[in-house]
């Protein structure tokens, strides 16, 4: 007995690891696991290596590549460099400069922080790096496969950095049969080296694809940059975003309406000048344009946001194009409302400029030129009779000098004004624009809550299901700010004391019962669109109707107020209020 128990023992102990069956992974395979995270196709690495350049600090970043870098990716940059050491501890998992310290996590201003890519890249191809530091006369150069170190031996080169990757998935036939042609993989290197190179307008870039120069971008304003990269005149396509607010800063380029395709196009968001996707901001600059474009069209934008690193987290996904964000409902609204502000700003103010580069000109030949201001005067207006020289416009142009002999708008059709400008005529139509003016007006009021009310001599009772009686208590006070007098006044039954002043009583109650409609439909949730939706109810109703004849001072108080708007070139449902011809259309309608 004494001599079997041991043996019991320590047979139950043998069985227990004879049947154990977890086991740690040898490293180069937990990298190379690891590695497919990180790096899924030569773009992968081509974003890494550049992202690396750009948080050395590099101003001259060379990307070279030999058939859509499966043979070689090379990227050589003028940045801080690495000493000795570093040089191979920088292919460690998990080695990296930029984090020293878990809050770092919280506040991060580089484009890597996670010490991974190298050593993915490591992991999966045949990798030498050469590099110096200012302070090393020498530089290092080591050479590495499967995270093994091949050699690392003294070398001569500039302060920076140059890493080839050759090979990339020799160790990985699965990966590198799952490759697309080189044209579709060069495609993701080029969507990667756009990225960086508009992120980052003031660096130099040059890319080489199999001993071709593809690119060479010197450091511009990011007008030029895209320029450089999508063709000369590309840039006039975009018009200039700008905004800041006490969460986001918000500047960049979109896409003028008559440029939006049916195709995507060029959509960029930098945050903190990292790429990153966001179907949600997306779709705020899609609705920005909402009204503007037909349904189902794109719009091309390059926007920046730059926010306090610590309101947002890019460290969910290993690539870190996601974002979250702490006010994600805010900056949708500031993005959206920013956006259309610019669209209402640049988007008509050209069409009515006059012969904007003549005058230009003659200016300049008579005395110094105003320095150009990218702003647009919200006090311009083509028609106020006040001396206009000398203010500036809109980009770079300028108001000719002389003062344009006043003619009054001509009321036809009952409809419409036609007035003379400087480049043709223009045509307005009235009730389009009052709604315009009237939407802008009730807006205003919203926002500021102080919408007046008028008494109702009769107070309106009505009853509404109780599912819309809930969706109406929920929209009771902004319904007030609008200037409703509208309360509850029993089970299901409501009454209306007031109504906005200019809205008709008959027109009153149709409204209310519209928004509910639109509320159930849209599940409206946000405030600034339901603001809009009441406004345009309002407006509808409000505007003037058709065939009413109105005095010159009227159609001169239409006009000056509608150029005041904010976005006087549509009505709040998206159609234009003005036409202008100018000569050569209005030659082309007398020709055969
Ligand atoms: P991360 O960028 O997340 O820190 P990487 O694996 O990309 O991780 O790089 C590891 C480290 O190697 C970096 O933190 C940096 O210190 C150094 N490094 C990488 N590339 C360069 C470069 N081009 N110039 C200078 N240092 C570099
Ligand atoms: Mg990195």
Request: glycine share 6%.
């Amino acid at each position: 007995m004494a001599i079997i128990l041991p043996t019991l023992i320590i047979s139950i102990f043998r069985g227990a690891i004879m049947n154990s069956i977890i086991r740690l992974l040898p490293e180069n395979v937990a990298n190379q696991i690891a590695a497919g995270e990180v790096i899924q196709r030569p773009a992968s690495a081509v974003k890494e290596l550049l992202e690396n350049a750009i948080d050395a600090g590099a101003k001259r970043i060379q990307l070279i590549l030999k058939d859509a870098g499966r043979t070689l990716i090379q990227v050589i940059d003028d940045g801080t460099g690495m000493n000795e050491q570093d040089a191979r501890m920088c292919f460690e998992r998990h080695a990296t400069s930029k984090l020293k310290e878990a809050d770092d996590l919280f506040n991060i201003k580089t484009k890597g922080f996670r010490g991974e890519a190298l050593a993915s890249i490591a992991a999966i191809a045949q990798v030498e790096l050469k590099t110096r530091t200012e302070e090393n006369e020498a530089g290092t150069c080591i050479r590495i496969e499967a995270n093994e170190v091949l050699g690392q031996e003294p070398c001569q080169l500039s302060r920076g950095t140059s890493i080839s990757v050759k090979n990339l998935f020799y160790n990985v036939p699965a990966r590198r049969n799952f490759l697309k042609s080189d044209t579709v993989e060069f495609r993701h290197i080029l969507e990667e080296f756009y990225r960086v190179a508009i992120a980052h307008v003031n660096v130099a870039f040059s890319l080489f694809h199999n001993g071709n120069e593809e690119f060479r971008l010197e450091p511009a304003s990011l007008r030029q940059r895209l320029s450089a990269i999508y063709g000369v005149n590309y840039h006039e396509r975009l018009m200039p975003v700008e905004e800041e607010t006490t969460i986001v800063k918000i500047t960049g380029l979109v896409c003028k309406p008559e440029f939006s395709r049916k195709t995507r196009g060029e959509q960029f968001f930098f945050i903190n000048d990292r790429f990153i996707k966001s179907p949600y901001l997306h779709h705020a600059v899609q609705a920005a344009f909402e009204g503007l474009i037909p349904p189902g069209e794109f719009v091309s934008y390059f926007l920046f946001l730059t926010l306090d690193p610590s309101r947002i987290d890019v460290n969910i996904h290993p690539t870190k194009t996601e974002v979250k964000f702490e006010d994600e409902n805010h900056i949708y609204s500031i993005l959206r409302s920013t956006v259309k502000r610019s669209l209402g700003k640049f988007n008509l103010s050209p069409t009515l400029d006059f012969e904007q580069e003549v005058a230009v000109q003659n200016y300049q030949r008579d005395r110094p030129i105003v320095p150009p201001v990218i702003k647009v005067n919200p006090e311009y207006n083509p028609f106020r009779d006040e001396p206009v020289h000398r203010k500036p416009v809109l980009n770079n142009t300028l108001i000719p000098e002389e003062k344009e002999p006043r003619r009054p708008a001509m009321q036809i059709l009952g409809k419409y004004l036609l007035s003379p400008i400087r480049s043709g005529a223009m045509i307005i139509h009235i009730r389009l624009a009052h709604e315009r003016i009237l939407f802008e007006r009730i807006m205003q009021d919203l926002r500021e809550q102080k919408g007046r009310s008028q008494q109702l001599l009769f107070p309106q009772h009505f009853t509404l299901s109780s599912e819309n009686g809930l969706v109406l208590k929920d929209l009771i006070p902004t319904l007030q700010s609008a200037g409703y007098d509208l309360n509850e006044f029993g089970k299901d039954t409501y009454v209306i004391q007031g109504i906005p002043p200019g809205m008709s009583e008959a027109d009153a109650l149709a409204a209310v019962e519209k928004l509910i409609d639109q509320c159930k439909i849209s599940g409206l949730k946000d405030t600034d669109k339901i603001h809009e939706s009441i406004a345009q109810l309002l407006a509808t109703g409000m505007s003037m109707k058709e065939g009413r004849i109105l005095q010159p001072e009227e159609s001169e108080a239409l006009i000056n107020d509608l150029f005041a708007c904010e976005q006087p070139a549509f009505s709040p449902g998206g159609r234009p209020t003005v036409i202008t011809l100018d000569e050569s259309q209005l030659q082309k309608l007398f020709e055969r």
